[in-house]
């Protein structure tokens, strides 16, 4: 490493030695030490370096086609956030073929594969040859890495929490693009995330991020944009597992949050476009709202479920909204008092997050087992006025009584302010 910066020393794609210490690599990773790139990270190398030395390595399975007509969407993380969920059954009732590689909870943020998993029977581990029957049968699906899909990924996916590696941006960008890459993916669009809630933190450390996974994109073959946008509140108005899904299916009745729907509509827009399905975002966002509308894209992820292992009746009782048929109710709720009146400038993504886990809705190990009936729903959203002494969130939960500490990250995360706040929209700008 000690040439890292010389011209025979480049760590790049083409480079034996960068092979080779990649290679050498993946057992400090079964060992548990600091991760590979965050290890690059400090020895100060190039930002396209660090990402093209693990994509080798990670890039190591993937799925073969004919042809590449697929599309995804892809984000960094985030509290509350289930845009997955209504996104991809809605871009599949467009035309499109919609394969998502995704990942279970990870920090504070949480897994749309554990969301998914509340739903009873719900599979996310297939093979290629099943994703393609998948993919041809529906058209969208939504599944985990196997030893066949990016393997070293998934194990090193599966240290970040224990390496402390898990806002590192090399592992972030490469864990991300190389996934997609093995989707065999033409097209896709990157919710990159900032704010409280997001592992970059600003907007400038965000766009950083999407630049360089934009870049790394394109040069493997697939046309990409990033859209940043703001984490500072929560996505929609729940977090936690099965409750999160609520609200996604929601969303495909064309009801639900507003910023939801808005995150829904803009990154299905973008990706219209860049499929060259449409001639504008605007018009490709205007026809995820027809699908949505019709009843296309709830139909469409209602046979996403049945593939993907959910029986008939489960699957017609959950997209029929009876909520109580299909998940375990939490034991116990609870609703917490505003102490003061006045408008809504803030719900802290990250607290709200360290609720719900410790709640038990996420994992503090990767071996944690996870509760999908537990977390949060909102009674209130950034922007609301809000009277002292009105619920603004109800608590669900198992435990009795309810853990302090549930109550005082919660209490904590709420900011109310006599001044009236403007709501502006999550999507900050688009990176092409």
Request: overall charge negative; aromatic content about 4%; hydrophobic content about 40%.
């Amino acid at each position: 490493m000690s040439n890292r910066r010389t011209a025979d020393g480049d760590l790049h794609e083409g480079n034996d030695r960068s092979r080779d210490f990649v290679a050498h690599s993946r057992h400090y990773v079964f060992r548990g030490n600091v991760s590979l790139a965050a290890r690059l990270e400090r020895l100060g190398c190039r930002q396209a370096q660090v990402i093209n030395c693990q994509m080798p390595w990670q890039h190591d399975g993937y799925l073969n086609f004919e042809t590449k007509p697929f599309k995804s969407r892809q984000t960094t993380g985030g509290v509350g956030d289930k845009v997955s969920l209504p996104l991809a059954p809605a871009l599949a009732a467009c035309g499109m073929k919609v394969p998502m590689i995704s990942g279970r909870g990870l920090g504070h943020t949480g897994g749309t594969l554990d969301k998914l998993e509340s739903i009873p029977g719900f599979c996310t581990t297939f093979s290629g040859d099943e994703i393609k029957r998948l993919l041809s049968e529906v058209g969208c699906c939504i599944v985990g890495q196997t030893k066949d899909i990016v393997p070293a990924d998934k194990v090193l996916y599966s240290r970040r929490d224990v390496t402390g590696t898990v806002e590192s941006w090399p592992l972030i960008s490469s864990s991300i693009v190389s996934k997609k890459a093995a989707e065999s993916l033409t097209a896709l669009v990157l919710d990159t995330k900032f704010g409280k809630g997001a592992f970059m933190k600003t907007e400038a450390e965000a766009r950083q991020l999407a630049s360089i996974m934009v870049e790394a994109s394109n040069s493997v073959g697939v046309k990409t944009a990033a859209l940043l946008t703001r984490m500072d509140s929560p996505v929609g108005w729940a977090v936690g597992n099965s409750l999160e899904v609520i609200e996604a299916v929601q969303c495909l009745h064309g009801n639900g949050p507003a910023d939801l729907r808005e995150l829904v509509l803009q990154l299905g827009g973008h990706l219209l476009l860049l499929a060259e399905k449409v001639s504008s975002a605007k018009e490709g966002a205007d026809m995820i709202a027809c699908k949505l509308h019709d009843g296309s894209a709830l139909q469409t992820f209602q046979q996403m479920c049945i593939a993907q292992g959910v029986s008939e009746e489960v699957a017609k009782e959950l997209c029929e909204q009876n909520f109580t048929k299909v998940f375990r109710k939490s034991q116990h709720t609870t609703q917490l008092i505003s102490p003061e009146t006045g408008y809504v400038h803030e719900i802290d993504a990250m607290l709200a997050a360290e609720a719900c886990l410790v709640l038990g809705a996420g994992r503090n190990n990767a071996s944690d087992a996870v509760n999908h009936a537990v977390g949060i729903v909102l009674e209130t959203t950034p922007g609301e006025r809000l009277q002292a002494g009105t619920a603004w969130v109800t608590v669900h939960h198992d435990n009795e009584p309810l853990d302090e500490a549930v109550v005082q990250l919660l209490q904590r995360s709420l900011l109310v302010k006599h001044e009236v706040l403007n709501v502006t929209s999550r999507v900050v700008d688009v990176i092409v």
